[in-house]
């Protein structure tokens, strides 16, 4: 580690200290995720984490959601989570057009902390490491009107800036029609630069090969030019975030 960024690491620390909390539970590869997400201002960044802990003990007061809490959800069976890339990040699938906007919010927002848990917790190696992402393919093939939830792709990329700061690693985009393109311009007016930096809009066979290379054969589904098969987010058992 860079001496800069040692010290930053250190006066993060000593912040979150004066801040009444306590970074004993977790190794400096998490804490380093607040410092990039914050620029490496440790006054932030220590603020950024205690926010996150107060959050996550009210919001996630048994350390996951269970499957019970967020059962309409996935009975659509519209998130897959495949296996690992070539470099070793978490597969989420999105079928955008197997979503609808939520009547209840409050259960989609368990559902959005439900299913960045347990994609993140696919890429555990035995154990957390803390610096873990995932890659996001969001497929928006087929989507109607009836599909489209602003609020909700605002939800979920907003938790994952708040909540999961440098969790993502790629966020691809596919299938995009006409219509979507207004409003992904207006989701995109929510999102961080930082955010923003890692989705990539697949438009041309060029990207679509890039896709295949950066994530694998293996572990891309069979519809976007990869060998593997889809598999729901329930049927993907672990033993880190199951009851």
Known sequence: MEKNQQLNLTQMKNCIKKLGS???KYGDPTLERFLIARSMDPNKA???FVSWQKWRAAFVPLDFIPDS?????????????????KDGYPLMVVKACK??????????KKFVVHLLDKVIA??????EIGNEKLIVVLDLDQIGYKNV???GFITGFQFLQ???PERLKRCYILNMPWFFVSVWRMISRFLEKATLDKIVIISNDGEKKQL??????????????????LVALQDVVLPHVEN
């Open 149 to 151: 939830d602003a609020r």
């Open 22 to 24: 306590s970074t004993e």
């Open 46 to 48: 220590a603020k950024m």
């Open 69 to 85: 809490e967020v059962i309409d959800q996935l009975e659509t069976k519209k998130i897959y989570l495949q296996g690992l890339s």
């Open 162 to 164: 708040a909540y999961y």
């Open 122 to 127: 696919r890429g555990f190696k035995g154990k």
């Open 212 to 229: 295949i290379k950066e994530v694998g054969e293996d572990v891309l589904p069979e519809e976007f030019g990869g060998q593997a098969k």
């Open 99 to 108: 979503h609808y906007p939520a009547k209840d919010q409050p259960q989609f």
